[in-house]
């Protein structure tokens, strides 16, 4: 997490990056942390390639799931973006 942290003081604007930061702290157990984090741009459009925030959030807990991680928090964060949209 701490190559992300300091990838975020050097482009706090590049959204893309708090997604693996969400992770990271979903992933250390920092669950309340990680689902404000995700939630926080929930919504948020062309946030890197002209995708969306759910999308590249989906996208990653895709690729997350492939690699045979997964966490409980994933579930419900799919949850809220589909029913969202």
Same mark, same amino acid.
């Given at each position: 997490?701490?190559?992300?942290?300091?990838?975020?003081v050097?482009?706090?604007?590049?959204t893309?990056?708090?997604?693996s930061?969400?992770?990271?702290?979903?992933?250390?157990?920092?669950?309340? +942390?990680?689902? #404000?984090?995700?939630? *926080?741009?929930?919504? /948020?459009?062309?946030? =890197?390639a002209?995708?969306?925030?759910?999308?590249?959030i989906? +996208?990653?807990? #895709?690729?997350?799931? *492939?690699?045979?991680? /997964?966490?409980p928090l =994933?579930?419900?964060?799919?949850?809220?973006?589909?029913?969202?949209?």
């Open positions: 997490m701490d190559a992300t942290d300091q990838a975020i050097l482009a706090p604007q590049a893309w990056l708090y997604a930061r969400a992770d990271a702290l979903m992933f250390l157990g920092r669950v309340d +942390e990680a689902r #404000a984090l995700f939630l *926080k741009y929930h919504g /948020t459009k062309n946030v =890197m002209g995708k969306s925030w759910e999308a590249i989906l +996208e990653g807990f #895709a690729a997350l799931k *492939k690699a045979g991680l /997964t966490a =994933m579930d419900e964060i799919e949850r809220q973006f589909s029913s969202a949209g």
